[in-house]
């Protein structure tokens, strides 16, 4: 059974990534001209494998073989959702809300880039502490993280001082409401029916 988005490198394919993104998110890539702003702006591009307005042009083309560099890119999970692309953007195309999209297309279709394997960590160490306690829990979140990457000295130096300063609780605390919060995100992730 086709996927939807099988093709010929050389050729546009039915249900291209740009289709995909229109649908989900109502942004369209075909607004962007190409000025090259946003890029020459980003405070991360410098470090990205594939630049910003780049991304925007391999997902214009609806080439298969742009549209996985694209998603298999570690670029996508370097956008710091800063949003001064979109605000020098001349026609407002939303860069953020669109690499929102590509991590997720990204994260389904398994072509997460190897590189990002420790900032996936965080973003999942991240959302699992604010599932369970309804806001972020640093000391649990950075434990969690830890068992993940297994960077059990990074930055051990650090935390003492937090400690001290205030900064680290040692308990969660939890908010009033926090099992909605549990299920709202059963619900995103289709472990619980609405
Ligand atoms: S600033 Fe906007 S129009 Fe210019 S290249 Fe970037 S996304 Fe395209
Ligand atoms: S939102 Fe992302 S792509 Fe846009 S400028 Fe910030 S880091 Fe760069």
């Known amino acids: 059974m086709s996927s939807g988005y099988e093709g010929n490198d050389s050729h546009p394919h039915e249900t291209s990534l740009s289709d995909i993104l229109k649908a989900n998110c109502g942004e369209s890539v075909l607004k962007c001209y190409q000025c090259g ?4 702006g980003c405070p991360l591009a410098s470090e990205m494998d594939i630049a910003p307005s780049m991304l925007i042009r391999k997902i214009q083309t609806r080439l298969k073989v742009h549209e996985d560099s694209v998603l298999s890119s570690y670029a996508i999970w370097l956008c710091l959702t800063c949003e001064t692309c979109v605000s020098r953007c001349p026609k407002e195309v939303d860069l ?5 999209f590509l991590r997720e297309e990204s994260l389904k279709r398994n072509m ?4 990002a394997k420790d900032i996936l960590a ?3 160490s991240f959302l699992e502490s604010v599932k369970y306690t309804g806001r972020l829990y640093e000391v649990g ?3 969690a993280y830890k068992l993940r990457t297994w960077h059990f ?5 650090v935390a003492p001082k ?3 300063k ?3 609780g040692l308990l969660p605390h939890l908010i009033k409401g926090n099992l909605k919060i549990r299920n709202l995100f059963d619900r995103i992730t289709g472990k619980k029916e609405d």
């Open 37 to 40: 702003k946003c890029s020459a």
């Open 166 to 168: 205030g900064k680290l």
């Open 162 to 164: 937090l400690f001290l």
């Open 96 to 100: 953020p809300k669109i690499m929102d």
């Open 153 to 157: 000295l990074q930055d051990l130096l």
């Open 112 to 115: 997460v880039n190897p590189k």
């Open 141 to 143: 979140m950075v434990g």
């Open 122 to 124: 965080f973003h999942n």
